[in-house]
């Protein structure tokens, strides 16, 4: 039995993105200016009251806020460590969200002025056991103007010694000045592939599930810098594939998107410049329609090509070798069937197609009968494949 199998049979079982979440700052996937910065900060002792968090959903925040936290209050040393020993009392309770002196909040549910006071009349109080009481605000764009205002004196007055307000958001954009500007700000930016795909690969190496390297790769792509949604995909897959290795094709399968072999036959249709490939061209996309395939799926998979064979048109009139070790292709056709496409098409004709596709994006979005619109594109595409 995998090793998954046996854990789903006892209690103990934890989602992966639970069971492998980091455990120190240096085990956060990506970040690295970030995670130096907190490091020193925790070394030289130079703890602010306020962190302002900002990125994507999965990009880390909470888990980087969790780990800030145990590296504070980690009983097994004497002060703030940058190795928490995820054993100790303090440890244990943070990592399951029940420690008395690092209160998480929902800021899109208490928002309001009276939340944010109570918030601040239990900071005043000492910590019960712990070096540092910790707030996570989570969501922190959400707070209402008064309650953002409130919450301005406890960030800046020194007052409120050994508190630390930890507020985390997906949009900066939306969190007032006068809060961002009294914190230290931290931007997390979508994990970069490779980093996902080696943090997939360890997972799998951990759990004895097989996958290839393309698979990893399809899942990390969907996962667009997000660790949480890479890994919880990665276990679903390991799940349905019940011990077979997983292939790239169930990724795209489970995502819904188009196989390679099927955008490689609409791609061939458009390319030929043969009027008989049309009736094929209708006839696949009404195929991935009824397979319940969106067309907006369909369009964005099309672009990717478009841009990969646009890349390689100009290597290629430039007389440029094509290093498979240097190019960085966005679609998940190979680079070989790309090479060869791009060879025999010209850059008037991935321009016009580019627009083409472009232009059937804002019409799909809008439009009801989507489908309609699709066919109209991929009759446009084929066309310009006649000159
Ligand atoms: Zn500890």
Request: proline letters at 1%; a negative charge.
């Given at each position: 039995m995998s090793n998954l199998g046996a854990r789903m049979q006892n209690s103990e079982y934890q989602p992966w993105h639970l069971e492998f979440r980091p455990q120190t700052l240096l085990e956060v996937s990506g970040h690295e200016l970030l995670k130096r910065t907190l490091i020193n900060s925790i070394k030289l002792?130079?703890?602010?009251?306020?962190?302002l968090f900002c990125g994507g959903k999965g990009t880390g925040k909470t888990s980087t806020a969790r780990i800030f936290a145990k590296s504070l209050n980690c009983l097994a040393f004497p002060k703030p460590t940058v190795e928490p020993c995820g054993k100790c009392s303090?440890?244990?309770?943070?990592?399951?969200?029940?420690?008395?002196?690092?209160?998480?909040i929902d800021a899109a549910s208490n928002n309001g002025v009276e939340h944010i006071r109570s918030v601040i009349e239990t900071a005043q109080l000492t910590a019960v056991n712990s070096r540092y009481r910790?707030?996570?605000?989570?969501?922190?764009?959400?707070?209402?103007?008064?309650?953002?205002?409130?919450?301005?004196?406890?960030?800046?007055?020194?007052?409120f010694k050994r508190v630390v307000f930890i507020l985390c958001t997906t949009e900066k954009d939306k969190v007032?000045?006068?809060i961002a500007s009294r914190c230290l700000n931290f931007d997390f930016i979508p994990i970069p592939q490779s980093?996902?795909?080696?943090?997939?690969?360890?997972?799998?190496?951990q759990e004895n599930v097989e996958a290839s390297n393309s698979a990893l790769k399809a899942i990390a792509k969907h996962s667009q810098?997000?660790?949480?949604?890479?890994?919880?995909?990665?276990?679903?897959?390991?799940?349905?594939?019940?011990?077979?290795?997983?292939?790239?094709?169930?990724?795209?399968?489970?995502?819904?998107?188009?196989?390679?072999?099927?955008?490689?036959?609409?791609?061939?249709?458009?390319?030929?410049?043969?009027?008989?490939?049309?009736?094929?061209l209708l006839l696949k996309s009404h195929q991935l329609i009824t397979q319940g395939k969106q067309p907006k799926e369909i369009l964005e998979q099309m672009l990717e090509v478009y841009r990969d064979l646009a890349q390689l048109v100009i290597l290629i009139d430039n007389g440029e070798k094509v290093d498979p070790e240097s190019i960085s292709l966005l679609?998940?056709?190979?680079?070989?069937?790309?090479?060869?496409?791009?060879?025999?098409?010209?850059?008037?004709?991935?321009?016009?197609?580019?627009?083409?596709?472009?232009?059937?994006?804002?019409?799909?979005?809008?439009?009801?009968?989507?489908?309609?619109w699709l066919d109209m594109l991929l009759l446009r595409l084929a066309k310009l494949g006649l000159f």
């Open positions: 002792g130079r703890i602010a009251n306020g962190y303090n440890c244990k309770e943070i990592e399951a969200g029940i420690n008395l002196d690092v209160i998480e910790i707030f996570v605000l989570d969501e922190c764009h959400m707070l209402t103007r008064a309650a953002a205002n409130s919450l301005l004196k406890t960030l800046e007055e020194a007052s007032i000045d006068t980093e996902i795909i080696e943090r997939l690969q360890f997972i799998c190496n810098g997000g660790m949480r949604d890479a890994i919880q995909n990665l276990e679903e897959l390991a799940l349905s594939a019940d011990k077979t290795p997983i292939e790239s094709y169930m990724v795209l399968q489970k995502t819904g998107k188009m196989q390679n072999e099927d955008l490689m036959k609409i791609m061939d249709s458009v390319f030929s410049g043969d009027l008989r490939g049309i009736n094929t679609s998940d056709l190979n680079l070989e069937y790309l090479t060869k496409t791009a060879a025999s098409t010209s850059w008037r004709q991935l321009e016009l197609g580019f627009n083409a596709i472009e232009r059937a994006f804002k019409e799909v979005s809008l439009s009801s009968n989507s489908r309609i």
